[in-house]
Structures are given as structure tokens and as C-alpha cells.
């Protein structure tokens, strides 16, 4: 199975930071990977697809590259609605598989 | 309007079964694979199982293979799980989702959840 090693587990940011998060898999998944955003008691959101690709809606302060087998999602300025849980995942492969998460809270 | 409702969790006995259902509507049913997500209280996101299309092809998580069938409808735009020899560690809302085609494969629409809760 591929592993997803997400980075950090949590972080404090302020309003207006630029947040970064980092996804790792163990070993190569092409572009197969996927960030979503969740908030509590609510589904999932697409955010990023294929590594760097926009999801209809989503606000252009997203913005996810690779290098590798290491991800990033990176939000360029931390909006008050974007306190929330981000996950990766990988559809390389089956099992697919999630990182972690990585909680964003405020400072 | 892509719409994902999933319908069928509740209380139910360790050792127990449940079917859960989710109704598709709003986008060619039909055309697109499906799976199931599970979060358990408090936890992360665990992917549990995949069914193609035409519902040839399925796979599943280890931790549930043996024990849960996913299955689809796709006259009647509807996707299954059937959980059978349930655990506690099984204790999760279970999110449906459409994956988008084979060249990304991104689960972009999500179902609001249903809470299964075994009880031990």
C-alpha cells in the first residue's frame, strides 16, 4: 500500500499568513494526488486535483505543485473560513489512501 | 445539481449487518465510478472501498475486505454498501463520493454522511 506522510499534524496561523502543508508518499504516484478541506461536521471538499489543478469554485489563494513524491498545498493568504482540517490522497493505486490531516487554527 | 444522499446508518450490534444507500441525481450515474469513505469520531479520513461504473470492477480496504460489499444500481442511479460482521472499530459516519474519470480519479462530490455506530 502507499503511505501518504502528511506535514505538520497542526498549525497556528494568523489572518493573512501564507500557510503551507506538505503530503509525502512512499513511493511514486504520477500526479494522483488530491487535497480536500473539512470542516467540522461537514463532507469534504475538493480543493485541488491532479497535484495543481484549481477546483471549479475554489478561491485562487489555493494553490497545490509537486516535486516528486513530495506535495504541497499552499494557501497564499489565510482567509477566516479557511480554519479547517486539509487532507491528502492519492488515486495512484488501490488502496487509495489519505494522509493524516494537518488541523489549521488560529494564532 | 450534483446530489450524493446517503441513507441507512444507525445503531446496530457488534457482530450485526447494515446496508447503506446512496442516491445519485443531478449527472449521468452511469458514467462515473463510485466509493465509500469512512471517518471515525474524532479521526481521520480512511478510504474503504471503489466500484467502477458498470460495477465490473470493485476493491476494497483490508481492514473491511471479507466483510463489506459495495455494489451499484445504475437504473435506479443508487450505490451500496452491505456491512456484515460488524465491529466497533467500524463506529464512523460514511461518506459516498463520485470519482471523476480515469485521468485524475479526484472524488470532486461528496454525500453529507450517515453515522453507523456499533455497538460492543
Known amino acids: 500500500d502507499i503511505q501518504m506522510t502528511q506535514s505538520p499534524s497542526s498549525l497556528s496561523a494568523s489572518v493573512g499568513d501564507r500557510v503551507t502543508i506538505t503530503c509525502r508518499a512512499s513511493q511514486s504516484i504520477s500526479r494522483f494526488l488530491h487535497w480536500f478541506q473539512q470542516k467540522p461536521g461537514k463532507a469534504p471538499k475538493l480543493l485541488i486535483y491532479a497535484a495543481s489543478s484549481l477546483q471549479s469554485g475554489v478561491p485562487s489563494r489555493f494553490s497545490g505543485s509537486d516535486s516528486g513524491t513530495e506535495f504541497t498545498l499552499t494557501i497564499s493568504s489565510l482567509q477566516p473560513e479557511d480554519f479547517a482540517t486539509y487532507y491528502c490522497?492519492?488515486?495512484?493505486?488501490?488502496?487509495?489512501?489519505f494522509g493524516q490531516g494537518t488541523k489549521v487554527e488560529i494564532k | 445539481e450534483v446530489q450524493l444522499v446517503e441513507s441507512g446508518g444507525g445503531l446496530v450490534k457488534a457482530g450485526g449487518s447494515l446496508r447503506l444507500s446512496c442516491a445519485a441525481s443531478g449527472f449521468s450515474f452511469s458514467s462515473y465510478s463510485m466509493i465509500w469513505v469512512r471517518q471515525a469520531p474524532g479521526k481521520g479520513l480512511e478510504w474503504v472501498s471503489f466500484?467502477?461504473?458498470?460495477?465490473?470492477?470493485?476493491y476494497y480496504a483490508d481492514s473491511v475486505k471479507g466483510r463489506f460489499t459495495i455494489s451499484r444500481d445504475n437504473a435506479k442511479n443508487s450505490l451500496f454498501l452491505q456491512m456484515n460482521s460488524l465491529r466497533g472499530e467500524d463506529t464512523a459516519v460514511y461518506y459516498c463520493?463520485?470519482?471523476?474519470?480515469?485521468?485524475?480519479?479526484?472524488?470532486?462530490?461528496w454525500g453529507q454522511g450517515t453515522l453507523v455506530t456499533v455497538a460492543s
Open positions: 463520493a463520485r470519482e471523476t474519470g480515469p485521468g485524475t480519479s479526484a472524488p470532486d462530490y
Open positions: 466500484i467502477s461504473s458498470s460495477g465490473a470492477y470493485t
Open positions: 490522497q492519492q488515486s495512484y493505486s488501490f488502496p487509495r489512501t
